[in-house]
């Protein structure tokens, strides 16, 4: 008997009312994450994975989105169960920063220029744990020396433009585990940084998991960052989760043609060919204002047939707790 | 041994750095001492983090900037200090193609225009040839036709990279910059862009200069590779002795930090403690022992020189007795 997972995101439907129309960016996506694990989601711009993300948070309204369907179950700590769907935004409010945290891409433009990094840790805390600004202060002294910040009794009154860009990052996630969330959404968060600086960002994101045990949804393009990180990955185009497997089996075994051909196009995933060129998949994604009917991946299919064009294929079961939206991923595995 | 085609020797630029009304003087340490050189046909590449230098280094070679001292010598003419209308037939042997494919195409323009206007300025041929050069150039990189009569935003971040690939090539260079062409674009587009860039090099034996951060790209497009780090040049290398034995600690590290597609590997990383410092006071000896974990007394007390270790294989570092 497994436990429940602690996010449950079933059939989530969001959509943005644009002047050129309606657009679906995230179509009918089922995903959960278990406590203490790690879902690598990954895709294109404008595959939908950053918008998943929003729609998590309830901040998707603030860019003129809105959820127009399916559950997202939350089971933090105490045997609670809230639909983030449904939530008051009241009670949405206490739950981001308590229950669920978020980290960005780019750290200095989502910490506060004219606070401490002090402060600005301690404002979490009080707001969420009621503690007294003294003890505030300690305990962002003590998140900034578990992020590894060196001297932080003097970092701790710092402003974030005297930090590098690696640095606010830290602060960045000191702020969003001070309340030791069961949840961690981190959308792309080393993707500005610098190869060495991305290495020691991820085993501190790898090393806090461990001790506080809580679930990551790690939202990146980066395949090689995702092999690194994550226990399972769902693989996103255009709006729809085309392939979900451990992540052993995502790299060994693609089954979707979306997935083969993303990995293939990598640098040195493949032998190269004699000529060096990279295996590549023709065209582009379409536009979310004009997408093909049956499979979205279909005009760009090597292996496309009537039936693809026809009819939305369903995300399959196929066995070894693997999905793929493929009706021909048999054919397409041989 | 036939000349380089370009050849950089001791290239220096320093940038007077903010330091307010009563401060010292002083200066941002961006290129020190660089030298290399890069043979006809032959693509180069340059990594490093941010701050290494390898955008200056770019950019003087493009003539944007000058050096503060060093030179720059293409078929052996250096071209460093020259004047802007002495630069001018220079400027068109070597052309640049920029990371951000939305901020290097002017909006206004249409993108038939934008592919002829070097051709304009070089005064190379007339007003129907030049459009049945655009016509010809839009098909060598993979856009419709059409598309001469069409504004960038029209375009996707991909297509737009080969608009501007298609103006660089346009006045028929000998040496192109490309400054982390593919680093702005998705995994796939990435490949369709990398894959054009080799058609072109083949079909009009262009010379590369291909400036990246990315390891995984400059191994598999590059002939030598060049490591910088804090504005000094670490190790310069064929890329298959470069990748399959680094010989400097900050190449290893470099190696060993980037992330592999590929969950079976089992590697053991090396984390580099630490920032990269601040190029205003670059640490005294060789810049990198402030990270280095074979760093010794030694390293503070004089800049390693670029030796070569192995044929062809250089590297500046004082430990000869590791890696």
């Known amino acids: 008997m497994t436990a429940a997972p602690l996010l449950e995101i079933a059939n989530l439907r969001a959509v943005f009312d644009t002047p050129r129309g309606r657009v679906v960016s995230v179509d009918d996506v089922s995903l959960s994450i278990p406590a203490g694990k790690t879902l690598g989601l990954v895709g294109e711009s404008g595959s939908g994975k950053s918008v998943t993300s929003l729609s998590l948070m309830r901040l998707i309204a603030r860019s003129g989105g809105r959820i127009e369907a399916g559950r997202m179950i939350l089971r933090p700590a105490g045997g609670r169960e809230i639909d983030l769907a449904a939530l008051p935004e009241p009670a949405m409010r206490e739950v981001r920063g308590r229950d669920i945290a978020m980290i960005f891409q780019e750290p200095m433009t989502s910490l506060d220029p004219v606070w401490s990094i002090g402060d600005q840790i301690a404002e979490s805390v009080r707001l969420h744990q009621g503690v007294s600004r003294r003890e505030a202060r300690a305990r962002a002294i003590e998140m900034l020396r578990l992020v590894g910040i060196p001297a932080p009794e003097r970092r701790v009154d710092d402003f974030p433009h005297q930090l590098s860009g690696g640095m606010r990052q830290r602060v960045m996630i000191a702020i969003a585990l001070s309340c030791r969330p069961g949840l961690l959404i981190a959308d792309e968060p080393t993707t500005a940084l610098d190869v060495t600086i991305q290495a ?135 | 041994m036939s000349q380089p085609l370009l050849e950089a020797r001791g290239l220096t630029k320093r940038f007077a ?72 037939p220079w400027r068109r042997r070597i052309q640049m193609v920029f990371q951000d494919p939305f901020a290097s195409l002017n909006p206004r323009r249409r993108v038939g225009d934008l592919i002829a206007e070097g051709m304009e300025i070089h005064g190379i041929g007339d007003r129907a040839s030049r459009r049945a050069e655009v016509a010809r150039l839009l098909d060598l990189v993979g856009l419709p036709a059409d598309a001469a009569d069409r504004f960038p935003h029209e375009f996707s971040g991909g297509q737009r990279q080969r608009i501007g690939i298609a103006r660089a090539v346009a006045v028929n260079p000998d040496l192109l910059v490309a400054d982390e062409p593919v680093s702005a674009l998705d995994v796939s587009v990435q490949a369709q862009v990398l894959n054009l860039l080799l058609d072109l090099r083949e079909r009009l034996n262009l010379t590369i200069l291909f400036i990246s951060h990315d390891l995984a790209v400059v191994e598999h497009f590059c002939d030598r590779v060049a490591v910088m780090y804090l504005g000094r040049l670490m190790e310069l290398a064929p890329r298959e002795s470069l990748f399959a034995r680094p010989r400097h600690p900050y190449t290893e590290a470099l190696l060993s930090a980037a992330p592999i597609p590929d969950p079976t590997r089992q590697r053991s990383r090396i984390v580099m403690e630490g920032d990269i410092p601040s190029p205003i006071d670059p640490p005294s000896g060789c810049v990198l022992r402030t990270r280095c974990r074979h760093a010794t007394a030694a390293c503070a007390q004089s800049v390693p020189p670029l030796i070569e270790a192995a044929p062809g294989h250089f590297k500046a570092c004082h430990r000869d007795d590791i890696l």
């Open chain 1, 200 to 334: 020691q960002i991820l085993d501190l994101i790898r090393r806090l998991q461990a001790d506080i045990g809580m679930a990551v949804l790690f939202i990146t393009h980066n395949m090689g960052v995702v092999a690194e990180i994550a226990d399972r990955v769902a693989v996103m185009y255009a709006g729809q989760v085309v392939e979900e497997a451990p992540v052993a089996e995502i790299f060994a075994t693609p089954r979707h043609p979306y997935t083969q051909g993303l990995l293939a196009s990598i640098p040195g995933t493949t032998a190269p060919r004699p000529d060096r060129r990279l295996p590549t998949i023709g065209g582009m994604p379409p536009s979310p204002l004009n997408r093909p009917e049956g499979c979205r991946f279909a005009p760009r299919c090597a292996f496309a047939t009537d039936a693809c064009r026809a009819a939305v294929p369903p995300l399959e079961d196929i066995g070894g707790d693997r999905k793929v939206r493929c009706i021909r991923w048999q054919e397409v595995s041989q």
């Open chain 2, 17 to 88: 750095a903010p330091s307010g009304l009563f401060g010292p003087r002083r200066e941002v340490h961006a290129v020190e001492d660089v030298s290399f050189s890069i043979r006809k046909g032959e693509v180069l590449g340059l990594v490093g983090e941010s701050g290494s230098g390898k955008t200056t280094v770019g950019r003087m070679v493009m003539g944007l900037i000058r050096p503060t001292s060093g030179q720059i010598l293409v078929e052996g003419q250096d071209i460093g200090n020259l004047s802007a209308a002495q630069m001018l």
